[in-house]
């Protein structure tokens, strides 16, 4: 089992996994703790179906007291039952303006293939195992969970109780579920819990033990939104509770392109011709 942070965090940009959205209204009834786990899938395989463009920023604490942060700006595209998409392209600090980084996952089953792109050097790489368990810009996510999602196929879950989490001052119901790897899965670490909104189905908090039982990852959405009717998490913070950092995510905006954006985009051949004006990424 590899040891990264938590692919349930991030779908990161745009796709977020599991933490972008949740369809208000509907309810669990006797749901098992796995077919919970499924609808929280399900609600973000909703939003991210289609063409989305969205504007983010990272705020990076390190243990020693230091800090730093970047600004992005993302594209991603999934075709129902096909191919998914995501390009970030990192618009601040100047230093590492014109970035890209690519992810494509052509069909369900697959990991997703990775690339970045350096403009001064005017080339792109496609990232290998070992590169893809680095830090993302410094922040506590792996290159490799930018494009992860689904943890129905890694993860059994156990639905263990109810409890009220408090979320930007209002108070959410929550089913709790522990969650145990699946035999053979890829999955991130051996064992965690987390907590689903009743209601919508996000997820609003959870945590990641490692082989020894100890809590290594926490992740708890700071504040919450709405895009097209439904619930999103417009703030969150995930903590390497061992290493004593913490990336917090905000999105600026979220908002569909008028029209699809082309699957050439997300060519890695076509990375250094890649034009961020025509998306409105930056000025």
Do not use: C
Not at 63 to 78: P, V
Not at 101 to 106: I, R
Not at 146 to 170: N, P
Not at 211 to 222: A, D, Q
């Amino acid at each position: 089992m590899k040891r990264r942070t938590a692919s349930r965090f991030i779908g990161l940009v745009l796709l977020l996994g599991a933490l972008l959205i949740g369809t208000v209204g509907a309810l669990a009834g006797d749901l098992s703790g796995n077919e919970i786990l499924a609808r929280v899938d399900q609600q973000a395989q909703f939003l991210s179906e289609g063409s989305m463009i969205v504007f983010l920023q990272f705020d990076n604490q390190y243990a020693d007291g230091t800090t730093s942060g970047n600004r992005f700006a993302g594209l991603s595209k999934q075709v129902e039952g096909g191919a998914e998409y995501s390009l970030i392209y990192f618009v601040e600090p100047e230093d590492v303006s014109g970035t890209l980084f690519l992810s494509v996952k052509v069909s369900e089953g697959e990991d997703a293939r990775l690339w970045l792109y350096l403009p001064a050097l005017g080339m792109s790489k496609e990232l290998v195992a070992e590169e893809q368990e680095q830090s993302f810009a410094g922040s506590t996510f792996s290159y490799q969970e930018v494009g992860s999602r689904e943890m129905v196929d890694k993860y059994d879950a156990e639905l263990i109780g109810e409890e009220t989490l408090t979320v930007d001052g209002e108070e959410h119901a929550a089913y709790v579920l522990a969650l145990t790897a699946k035999p053979d899965a890829d999955a991130d670490y051996p064992g965690g819990k987390m907590w689903v909104d009743e209601n919508t189905w996000l997820m609003l908090k959870s945590e990641d033990y490692n082989e020894t039982g100890n809590l290594e990852k926490t992740m708890e959405v700071l504040k919450l939104g709405e895009f097209e009717g439904n619930a999103t998490a417009d703030q969150i913070i995930a903590k390497d509770v061992l290493e004593g950092s913490s990336t917090t995510i905000t999105f600026w905006e979220r908002r569909r392109p008028d029209e699809e954006i082309s699957d050439d985009t997300f060519d890695a051949e076509n990375l250094d011709s890649f034009d961020p004006t025509v998306y409105g990424l930056i000025d």
